[in-house]
């Protein structure tokens, strides 16, 4: 009997200290791309189910990352020769998000410690997955870096840090910057409840990036029909060419 007695007070405490759970949703879960697209903006909001009002607990804090299809990358380094910017050392990255951003209520690293981001990758650094680098290569990390700056640049890559609204420890929401330049695929969306840097709860979910209209009947013909696509540009060019000479002639005259 007793030990029956001890496994049902260990179930009620389970149930008692069950810790918080994100629930969320975002504004749209398809972004098309089409021959006019120039970006497009996601609101991220949700709730935090079962949140607890002991003045003893630290604050929560939510972090939000969004990453696109991921490939290898290499990242070249150029040197100045004689006046002319050449191609030297060369790093291939195993595998780079095509698009990164990482969204918290806080700095990142205040929201999350570094042990779990070590567990779940979440900060730009660990998004991205380098090794076996050339022997020669004496800072194989520098070549990181200057793909998160790269990509920043293109602002393919961003830190959000403070950009995550917690309204009374239950509500939170944010809006993330999707640029012209994505590429299609599955964009896996995670949001990570945290208190004192340690990952409470976690939801994951995802926005599908797709091309329609012209953009999907061009890409489709590229990829299922080479041989007509590349006719098929051929004669453009040449019409193009040939209605621009005409034209031409004609003011001449």
């Not at 041989?227 to 040939?242: C, E, K, Q, R």
Request: glycine share 6%; hydrophobic share 45%.
């Amino acid at each position: 009997m007793r030990p029956f007695l001890i496994a049902v007070m260990v179930l009620l405490c389970s149930f008692s200290a069950r810790a918080e759970e994100v629930v969320a949703d975002m504004s749209s879960r398809t972004v098309e791309i089409t021959a006019n697209f120039d970006g497009s903006d996601i609101l991220i909001y949700g709730a935090i189910k079962g949140a607890k009002e002991d003045a003893g607990l630290a604050p929560l804090d939510v972090v939000i990352a969004i990453s696109g299809p991921a490939g290898p990358v290499t990242v070249r380094k150029k040197e100045k020769r004689l006046g002319i910017w050449v191609n030297r050392e060369s790093v291939k990255v195993n595998r780079a998000p095509s698009f990164y951003a990482v969204a918290s209520t806080g700095k990142l690293e205040e929201t999350l410690s570094h042990i779990e981001d070590v567990r779940f990758q979440v900060s730009l650094e660990r998004a991205i997955y380098s090794v076996g680098a050339p022997e020669e290569i004496e800072h194989p990390e520098d070549f990181t870096e200057a793909l998160i700056r790269i990509q920043k640049k293109k602002n393919l890559y961003q830190q959000l840090d403070n950009s995550v609204s917690l309204l009374d420890q239950s509500l939170f929401s944010t809006t993330i910057d999707l640029p012209a330049n994505l590429v299609e695929g599955a964009y896996v969306t995670r949001i990570y409840l945290t208190r004192e840097g340690e990952v409470v709860s976690k939801l994951a979910t995802f926005i599908d990036v797709r091309k329609v209209g012209l953009e999907r009947w061009i890409f489709d013909l590229a990829h299922d029909q080479p041989l007509i696509y590349g006719i098929l540009s051929l004669v453009i060019a040449i019409s193009a060419g040939w209605l621009a000479s005409a034209f031409f002639r004609y003011l001449r005259f």
